[in-house]
């Protein structure tokens, strides 16, 4: 172990020679310099050495993308988390783009923090290279932006468009986000739709939203076709929750508004939503089975408590699954 922090810190001091802001380094070393995670130092230590070696190729990238990894340490789940597979893949991205002329070019740090995390999600899901590095980069041929980077990583990754939620900016991933996203990308041709302002933080948060909107696409999209849902399989839950939507929409809806709560009754506690139509008060409620920040299940609750108080509501909508 001892040998191991050794080699890690000859690594750290080599870097610190070779990066345009020493100071500046020194104080973001001294963020990670006290941690107990040995793994996070050798994974950094490894992405060091690879750009130490690379700097003549990759000068205008070098420094700002240092400070990122280090910056990465502390901020970013998906780093921390990384597997040996996922860094070699993330290590092939850069390979493949490091040395391009495209690249040659003064980098600033956002932009390079978004590089840094095109490269983390292409060592999670670089399977789905939909398009040659070559033809992508085709997008970064004018300037390096937020905007190029985005078309550069749909081009890379995304077959058809981005579905609803997809942010421009891909730091702004975390781990739960970005699987959920990626697989809705895997299983979907995505229709294109305009981005919105509206920070997810996992599948709960996702379908509470579609539930407001009734986008039944969209909840089908992002719910597991590995579950069932109130006893039946997701094709069925999702016929019958159009329905439901259908009866808010001819009560003239044009949205749902959630409240939180829990059920009162059988599975006393148990969290959800009821949903509530904007203009006919007539509501749903909906118990949330979640595991693992992961729904599991769906269904329909008869007694439910809302979390504020009791509200004026008028006719209760049910899933009807069994023509009860």
Known sequence: MNQIISDIDIVLTR???????RKLLQILKRDIEYSDDVKIKMRLSKWLLFFNEAKINNFYIYSNTVYVLFDACNTNEIFKNQTEQEFEQSLSFYKSIISHPYLSRPIDFNNAKNIFAIALIYGKYGTMQINSFKNALENLKFEISENSLHDFFKSLLLKGEYPKLFPKNVTQFNEADLDVFMNVVKSNSCAKHELIPYELKNQALAIKYFFERMDIEMIDAFLSDEHTYQDVDKR??????????NQFIDSGDSHLIAF???CNSCIKGKFGYTFVGNVSSNYLSIIFDIKDDKIVDLYDCTKFKIRIGELELNQKFSINLFGL
């Open 15 to 21: 870097t610190e020679e070779l990066v345009s802001n």
């Open 236 to 245: 069925t839950f999702i016929s019958e929750l159009s329905m439901v939507f």
């Open 260 to 262: 939180e709560g829990a």
